[in-house]
């Protein structure tokens, strides 16, 4: 597959993508490297890279425990500690091999370590493929308050290896696919249409996907690189979803990000239908395919009430007022939407029903 050209980098993909990392690692003249891994990636995915790595360049690798609740500053703490401790300095480059959580947080320590350093992201998940890590956001949760602390900056380069998939769990899967549901949604009808039976799609169709998807959300974070205008489309299914996520993190049934963001757009697609922006047809097209991927979730009234609390925290947000971006028809968005709170709660009797 061609390598995608980005805002400052570009995205290889498979073998292609280790060829152009030992370019990248002699063309910089690094000093050391180090590559942050969790115990899942230092298991299933380090030893590959680790034999694609051709340079006598000291590595070092520095371990992190998986989940969201590590994405936080205490982690930060540690990591720049280790790096401090193994003698790394403004020539090092650190090496993000894992899903979102480890290229978010990953990105934000480099950023930050010495006034910044360069970093490589391998995504190893499929979210972190065609959405975490892809148009330079990188940061850390406050609390359980999703990603309000980071900043917008690039790595060096972007590999893309759908080989490490294979030992991806199939909830993770769908996670990754809720992402890709939405690029269609708020972008391309038509690749939209390809997801209204997985039962039709194949191993081969799935890096054909993972691609589009990838150039879909490119293709928008290159217009709007700081989020001024239509990069906010990217949030569809979003306010809902991250206000769900951050409420079950700390009850017994959390929500992997993708399953909250599922949630969330069916919740915004019907906002949207409210807001007569699409069709009763389009909206019940929505919520039946997405319904027949992703797992029902119930809400009792004080859950809706307490996620709704969350909406303020929204790093969306604008004046004080909350901001969603809705669908205009499948395939288009509109951004800065106010929504009621009347709306909201309507929104959660419908997915309850």
């Known amino acids: 597959m061609q390598s995608i050209v980005a805002n400052g980098y570009s995205i290889y993909f498979n073998e292609n ?28 995915c380090l030893p590959k890279i680790l034999s694609n790595l051709a340079t006598e360049i000291s590595i070092e690798i520095i371990e992190i425990e998986c989940g969201e609740e590590v994405k936080n500053i205490t982690t930060c703490l540690e990591v720049w500690s280790v790096l401090s401790d193994l003698g790394a300095d403004r020539k090092s480059v650190l090496i993000n091999l894992g899903g979102g959580v480890i290229t978010d947080i990953g990105g934000f320590i480099a950023s930050t370590f010495k006034r910044g350093i360069d970093f490589i992201n391998i995504p190893t998940t499929l979210l972190g493929m065609v959405d975490a890590s892809i148009g330079g956001k990188n940061g850390v949760d406050l609390g359980n308050l999703k990603n309000q602390i980071g900043v917008i900056n690039v790595p060096k380069l972007l590999l893309i290896d759908t080989q490490f998939l294979e030992t991806l769990p199939q909830n993770q899967m769908k996670s990754g696919l809720a992402e890709m549901l939405k690029h269609g949604l708020i972008y391309d009808k038509k690749y939209w249409e390809m997801f209204s039976d997985l039962s039709l799609l194949n191993s081969d169709d799935l890096d054909l996907l993972i691609y589009r998807s990838i150039e879909i959300k490119n293709e928008i974070v290159k217009q709007d690189p700081t989020e001024n205008g239509i990069r906010k489309a990217l949030n569809f299914g979003h306010t809902l979803g ?37 069709s009763n047809e389009e909206f019940l097209e929505i919520k039946k395919v997405i319904m027949s991927i992703f797992e029902i979730h119930s809400f009792s009234q004080n859950d809706i009430k307490l996620i709704q609390e969350l909406l303020i925290h929204d790093k969306k947000n604008e004046y004080g007022k909350v901001q969603f971006a809705l669908l205009k028809n499948i395939g288009n968005t509109a951004i800065n939407q106010s929504v009621e709170s009347e709306l909201i709660i309507d929104s959660f009797h419908n997915y309850n029903s």
């Open 17 to 44: 993508g280790y060829d152009q990392i030992n370019k990248s690692i002699v063309e910089n003249n690094y000093s050391s490297i180090f590559i942050l891994v969790d115990e899942h990636t230092n298991e299933y």
């Open 242 to 278: 991250h206000a769900i996520e951050s409420y079950l993190l700390e009850t017994t049934t959390p929500l992997l990000h993708g399953e909250a963001i599922a949630i969330g757009m069916i919740l915004e697609s019907y906002i949207s239908k409210e807001k007569e922006l699409i």
